[in-house]
């Protein structure tokens, strides 16, 4: 059974910064791609960033030069470095991850989600 777990959303003044966190936990026997999307009430899920296993990175336009996303050292965790965050931004943030794992082939995975609300 594989989990990720996101932390790290609270309440924020416009202009702040917060960084969430994201930990893959199971049997896991390789995290491809993992990434950051984003639900604000009454709208779609919406991609935020990605990054591949090799370090390659994606941003949706709303975040670039904002937003900055990172693996940890053992590339079971990845972080979201939001900067000069905007009451547009709220949305309760969700982690995704391809993953294979132990004696299975590659899924998709989502995250239970973690709020970020920007105050104007």
């Known amino acids: 059974q594989v989990q990720l777990v996101e932390s790290g959303g609270g309440l924020v003044q416009a202009g702040g910064s917060l960084r969430l966190s994201c930990a893959a936990s199971g049997s896991i026997f390789a995290i491809n791609s993992m990434g950051w999307y984003r639900q604000a009430p009454g709208k779609q899920r919406e991609f935020v960033a990605t990054?591949?296993?090799?370090?390659?990175?994606d941003y949706a336009d709303s975040v670039k030069g904002r937003f900055t996303i990172s693996r940890g050292n053992a590339r079971r965790t990845v972080y979201l470095e939001m900067n000069s965050l905007k009451p547009a931004d709220t949305a309760v943030y969700f982690c995704?991850?391809?993953?294979?794992?132990?004696?299975?082939?590659?899924?998709?995975?989502w995250g239970q989600g973690t709020q970020v609300t920007v105050s104007s």
């Open positions: 990054i591949s296993s090799g370090g390659n990175t």
């Open positions: 995704n991850a391809d993953i294979a794992t132990i004696g299975s082939e590659e899924y998709n995975y």
